[in-house]
Nanobody, 126 residues
Framework: QLQLVESGGGLVQPGGSLRLSCAAS????????IGWFRQAPGKRREEVSC????????NYADSAKGRFTISRDNAKNTFYLQMNSLKPEDTAVYYC???????????????????WGQGTQVTVSS
């Protein structure tokens, strides 16, 4: 049974940093593409970043490029999203996910419910 559990969200001032973690079970992160998505109030869920199963290729949304970094720890079966220089517009619920397939062009939202974590709130405000 797949399970993904996010942690690390919270309230941070503009310009600050947060590191989100996603502890995975029921599958191996080093053998599967993984990603982070977010959903702000009143908006659709959108891609933030994803990492290929071989750990070599990454995709970032334009809003995340240069500020966010996706990584994984195979030994812990956990992956991360390091977020720096946070802006108020980064405020959203952030979700980690196992991707159903890898694309070199974008991070496709999984359609299977059990491929998602429960989400963690990130609020950027002074």
């Amino acid at each position: 049974q797949l399970q993904l559990v996010e942690s690390g969200g919270g309230l941070v001032q503009p310009g600050g940093s947060l590191r989100l973690s996603c502890a995975a079970s029921g599958f191996t992160v080093e053998r599967n593409p993984i990603g982070w998505f977010r959903q702000a109030p009143g908006k659709r869920r959108e891609e933030v970043s994803c990492l290929s199963s071989d750990g070599v290729s990454t995709n970032y949304a334009d809003s995340a490029k240069g500020r966010f970094t996706i990584s994984r720890d195979n030994a812990k079966n956990t992956f991360y999203l390091q977020m720096n220089s946070l802006k108020p517009e980064d405020t959203a619920v952030y979700y980690c996910a196992r991707l159903q397939y890898w694309s070199a062009y974008r991070c496709y939202l999984p359609t299977q419910n059990d491929y998602w974590g429960q989400g963690t709130q990130v609020t950027v405000s002074s």
